[in-house]
């Protein structure tokens, strides 16, 4: 039953795993070749007065891509089982329901998490080989933010998506635009969040709840 219900997420989500994937690694290459760019015209030392002097982390690019994935990944993984009517079937599987979603948002979030480490592993091994690893490791703190934004894009979208009624998908989105605005209004500044990557980890536990919640809302009987 384990493997079945995998073989059932992966089949659903492979399209938008691999498209995030081809489309991070691009980003990835875009970004490269833009510092290649401005070294060639300008010479290293400018990137590193960029960065230190103005914190630029030269990896603007990426910033709204992980959530865009994760979004994308919530949406094709979680609206097939509300738009088809699944959701019943699939809640009636030999299976207990808490771990059965468990295990859905497991694997969302595996994958998400798959695209995330690929990414960010070519963007720091290209800059070890120009930076300091001090200026490296600000440009993944400058980053991380942005890939945690991710994860909450899809934990909420799985929520909404699992709500039986319209009045609460409204009220879940809501705070989750509100909450995911405020991880990018300093996107500019390297290293901006970093009092606040444990808060947002605990969002997106929290926000992890809130699917379970609209579970067990929806076996209640409260659908549209």
């Not at 960065?51 to 094709?76: E, H, N, R």
């Not at 295990?103 to 990414?119: A, D, H, R, Y």
């Not at 909450?152 to 998908?169: N, P, Q």
Request: glycine letters at 6%.
């Amino acid at each position: 039953m384990y493997s079945a219900i995998i073989l059932k997420e992966w089949l659903k989500t492979r399209r938008v795993f691999f498209l995030g994937l081809i489309l991070s690694l691009l980003i990835a290459a875009y970004a490269i070749l833009t510092m290649n760019s401005v070294i060639k015209t300008f010479g290293v030392v400018s990137i590193w007065l960029n960065m230190l002097l103005k914190d630029a982390s030269m990896v603007d690019v990426v910033t709204y891509l992980p959530l865009a994935i994760g979004v994308a990944l919530g949406v094709a993984q979680m609206a097939p089982e509300m738009s088809h009517k699944r959701l019943k079937l699939t809640l009636h599987l030999p299976y207990p329901n808490m771990k059965l979603i468990a295990l859905m948002l497991s694997t969302g979030i595996i994958e998400i998490f798959v695209i995330s480490v690929i990414q960010m592993a070519v963007i720091a091994v290209y800059d070890l080989t120009i930076m300091h690893p001090y200026l490296v490791g600000r440009v993944m703190l400058t980053m991380l933010p942005w890939y945690l934004a991710g994860f909450l894009g899809y934990m909420f979208t799985a929520a909404i998506c699992l709500e039986g009624t319209w009045r609460m998908r409204i009220l879940l989105a809501l705070p989750s635009i509100a909450i995911l605005m405020t991880l990018f209004m300093q996107s500019g500044v390297m290293a901006a969040y970093n009092r606040m990557l444990l808060i947002i980890i605990l969002l997106i536990i929290w926000v992890a709840v809130l699917s379970f919640g609209s579970i067990i809302r929806f076996k209640e009987g409260l659908q549209d």
